[in-house]
């Protein structure tokens, strides 16, 4: 999502150049340089992360392959990359390849300013597109910076989506079941009111409290909804989806289903308070998974899908794009091939992330392999319905500010107005 990135570390770099010449390259090319390379390498996912984890063992496999060349990666944070992107690859200090966010505020904007590699010819030769299909292909695509349809801009390796995590002891010392309606999602949040327990843990100041919103929006959208919304510029927010959501969370924040006081919370303290044991439910990204399953020791947890929803938010993961100034443009597509390998996607998803194209019988982890199941069978639906901020550079900001008046208690009529506003400018920049 736009999302995501709050959690990233700090700036850090390893560099060893290496002394051998150039040999073979993984996809048979040979190099007429004589001297050693280095592939300079910029992401942000954190070492012990699964994308850390993976992309650190990518690198090895990449170095085996390709004798004389040494990758140099920096770890940049998600903020570092947002605020300097376009100033960085329109100069010569410009990494060869590098994870960024996708959406047309993002790498769309980058790909309209002509600062990254059109990968077409990359996609066709590696049939990267035979694995990155339906939704997960949207985000890769632009044309004049609209993403949907054009070149290829960038490879996703991983993807995401958004689902229930819940406290399975919380649900049995309550009696509460899973529900599998959404009229059942209201009585079990009913059910933890009346015990005096806040049934969602949620958090106002990031995203958090805006992907309630969304997926409240989504359960009366359908894809066209959506294709309007997202890539064609027509959003409607007095529309009956968008007052569909508005309403609906004023009225949950009214009926105790999601505390007044997380307004000012940040998606971290949404997540601590799923892990303590204080919230039975945490609605949010897959993002959280791997990180649950490492930190979450004092109960049983699962997670199931927005119940009666058939899209939700998601999409393909951040995107491996090759800036335009890349020096070693042909070694950046051999890296991106390399992480689409089955020992790397396995890797992903043994490691609690959602892999592009796992195969379920090389999971060894049994809920790393409903997570990739569930993604499967939305991805074969055509169930990823993007995140909400998408549309337009800076509107991340606007729906923090409009999904925070909702929860103040605000009229939900004059938040969408002001989404209208906001939406309706940033299409004209």
């Not at 004389?68 to 010569?92: D, H, I």
């Not at 929006?217 to 007095?238: R, T």
């Not at 069978?377 to 606007?398: E, H, I, R, V």
Request: proline content about 4%; hydrophobic content about 40%; glycine content about 8%.
């Amino acid at each position: 999502m736009f999302t995501q990135g709050a959690r990233r570390k700090a700036l850090a770099a390893i560099a060893v150049l290496a002394t051998a010449s150039l040999a073979m390259t993984a996809c048979g090319k040979s190099s007429s340089s004589s001297s050693s390379k280095v592939l300079k390498l910029w992401h942000y996912e954190s070492a012990d992360s699964a994308m850390g984890v993976a992309w650190n063992q990518a690198i090895k496999e990449f170095e085996q392959s390709h004798p004389g060349v040494t990758v140099r990666f920096e770890e940049k944070t998600f903020e570092q990359l947002q605020k300097t992107a376009p100033m960085v690859l329109n100069s010569s200090n410009a990494p060869d390849i590098m994870e960024y966010n996708k959406g047309n505020a993002t790498a769309g904007l980058l790909a309209k300013q002509g600062l990254l590699t059109d990968l077409t010819p990359a996609v066709t030769q590696h049939g990267w597109d035979k694995k990155i299909t339906g939704n997960l292909a949207t985000t890769s695509r632009y044309s004049n910076g609209v993403m949907g349809s054009g070149d290829w801009y960038g490879i996703p390796d991983y993807a995401e989506y958004g689902m229930v995590y819940y406290n399975k002891d919380m649900f049995a010392k309550y009696g509460v079941q899973v529900p599998t309606t959404f009229d059942e999602f209201t009585a079990a949040m009913d059910k933890f009111v009346k015990a005096g327990v806040t049934p969602l843990a949620s958090a106002g100041a990031e995203y958090p409290a805006q992907q309630y919103l969304y997926n409240l929006v989504l359960s009366k959208a359908d894809q066209n909804w959506v294709n309007q919304y997202q890539i064609a510029g027509k959003g409607n927010f007095h529309d009956a989806a968008w007052t569909y959501g508005a309403t609906t969370l004023a009225d949950w924040v009214k009926k105790g289903y999601i505390a007044k006081d997380s307004v000012s919370l940040k998606a971290t303290d949404m997540g601590t308070a799923f892990e303590s044991g204080k919230s039975p439910m945490m609605v949010s990204g897959s993002w959280w998974f791997g990180t649950f399953e490492s930190e979450v020791k004092g109960f049983s947890w699962g997670t199931f899908q927005w119940p009666g929803n058939s899209l939700v938010p998601g999409s393909g993961g951040n995107l491996w794009v090759i800036p335009k100034n890349s020096k070693n443009a042909q070694l950046a597509e051999d890296f991106i091939d390399i992480t689409l390998r089955p020992d790397i996607q396995a890797l992903l998803a043994n490691k609690g992330a959602v892999p592009v194209a796992a195969q379920t019988s090389d999971i060894t982890d049994p809920k790393a392999e409903e997570l990739v199941q569930n993604f499967q069978k939305l991805q074969s639906s055509n169930g990823l319905a993007y995140y909400p901020d998408w549309p337009t550079a800076g509107f991340y900001d606007s729906l923090v500010s409009a999904t925070q008046d909702i929860v103040n208690g605000k009229d939900p009529n004059s938040a969408l107005s002001s989404l209208q506003s906001a939406y309706s400018q940033g299409l004209t920049q």
